[in-house]
């Protein structure tokens, strides 16, 4: 579907301070659908930007939804405005109003070099340098008021604003249009993810692990999971006439990952890393109600078997005790987002499953 001129208007808003936008920041969508998860920039970062504002340096200029011409159906918390390109540099100026940043210690005041700035927060200018507050306050941003009723150009421009950025596969697929990117958002709001899984989720990690586990689910058998083929799935989900089938199936992911978080401990171990999880995720999918209570017992003994057995190969040890099955899991696992690894994962574990429950009767 293309996109017409008349679909959206962009255009300069009307300059305001600093301080204006910092009085009004309630009125502010920081976090529409599209946008990337805040707080990725360190204090230093930020602390640069308050540094490049009071020197009087070029700020890039930040890119709004406005919505004060009059009702859209894309304003979503009844709001003035939603920020498309720029949270992160409006998150460090609000921040420095609030005093939760200071300037860099070596922060150098090119009016009056011999002024010692460094370490002074916003409230210090106002007490000890106000004329230097309030030449802050009244700084202007270039500010780009988008006006559309539709999703579509919103998404287009934030993707193409950042494409020459460090995004991810999952930040960029959670601004396409669609249904998919808001199921993947909700799946990712699980408790699965919030209290299980031990990896870091800022750079959308989380997005990425449910957009996996909802392709497997849709199309009810594992698939190769790279970016290609991630992207292709939203796209493909975007022109559907009736998503039923994409309602029905994201209710079953969420129904399995009830029991996938009942399966794992919380910030478990065995989920410090984001590839192994679609992979438990489809083995424990295949397994009855009263079997959950012992498959984490079992992948605790899966996983330390495996580390036993991949010392002996780092040893070069020849020992007839070495496990040509668990080797072949190990190679699997280089590949982690292949079909073919996130096969030979599953059929191993289960083959596996199957010895340790014999084993345990026997006992």
């Known amino acids: 579907m293309g996109i017409s001129k008349k679909d959206f208007k962009i255009s300069q808003h009307d300059p305001r301070t600093l301080i204006w936008w910092f009085n009004r920041r309630e009125k502010i969508d920081m976090d529409p659908p599209y946008q990337r998860r805040g707080r ?42 939603a920020i498309i390109d720029g949270k992160q540099r409006m998150e460090a100026i609000f921040d ?4 939760k940043i200071v300037l860099n210690k070596d922060f150098i005041y090119l009016e009056n070099p011999s002024l010692k700035l ?13 004329e230097i507050r309030e030449d802050f306050d009244n700084s202007n941003l270039m500010i780009m008021s988008v006006q559309t009723q539709s999703e579509e150009p919103i998404h287009e421009l934030f993707v193409r604003l950042n494409r020459s950025k460090s995004l991810t596969g999952a930040e960029i697929r959670n601004a396409m249009a669609g249904p998919t990117p808001g199921i993947i958002r909700q799946i ?16 959308g990690a989380d997005l990425n692990l449910a957009a996996k586990i909802l392709l497997f689910e849709y199309y009810n058998d594992v698939r190769e999971t790279k970016k290609k083929q991630l992207d292709s799935f939203v796209k493909e989900t975007r022109v559907i006439t009736n998503n039923n089938l994409l309602q029905l199936k994201a209710r079953q992911v969420i129904e399995q990952l009830d029991y ?42 899966f996983e330390n078997e495996r580390l036993k057995n991949k010392r002996l190969v780092e040893a070069n040890n020849q020992s007839k005790d ?24 599953v059929n191993i574990l289960n083959e596996r499953y199957l010895l340790y429950q014999k084993t345990k009767k026997t006992k």
């Open 188 to 203: 990712a709001k699980h408790e699965f993810f919030l209290i299980n899984i031990k990896f870091m989720i800022k750079r």
């Open 322 to 345: 070495i496990d040509t099955g668990l080797i072949e899991y190990d190679q699997c696992s280089r590949s982690p987002n292949d079909l073919q690894s996130h096969k030979g994962r």
């Open 96 to 99: 420095f109003f609030d005093g």
């Open 260 to 301: 996938m978080a009942s399966v794992f401990l919380p910030k478990d171990q065995l989920l410090v890393a984001a590839g192994i999880v679609p992979v438990y995720y489809w083995f424990v999918r295949g397994k009855k109600e009263n079997e959950y209570r012992y498959i984490r017992e079992f992948l605790v003994h």
């Open 118 to 130: 460094g370490g002074l927060g916003y409230q210090d200018l106002k007490n000890n340098y106000p």
């Open 40 to 81: 990725l920039w360190s204090d230093s970062d930020k602390a640069y930007l308050i540094d490049s504002i009071i020197n009087g340096y070029d700020v890039p200029k930040l890119y709004m939804a406005d919505f004060t011409w009059g009702e859209s159906k894309l304003n979503h918390k009844n709001l003035p405005y």
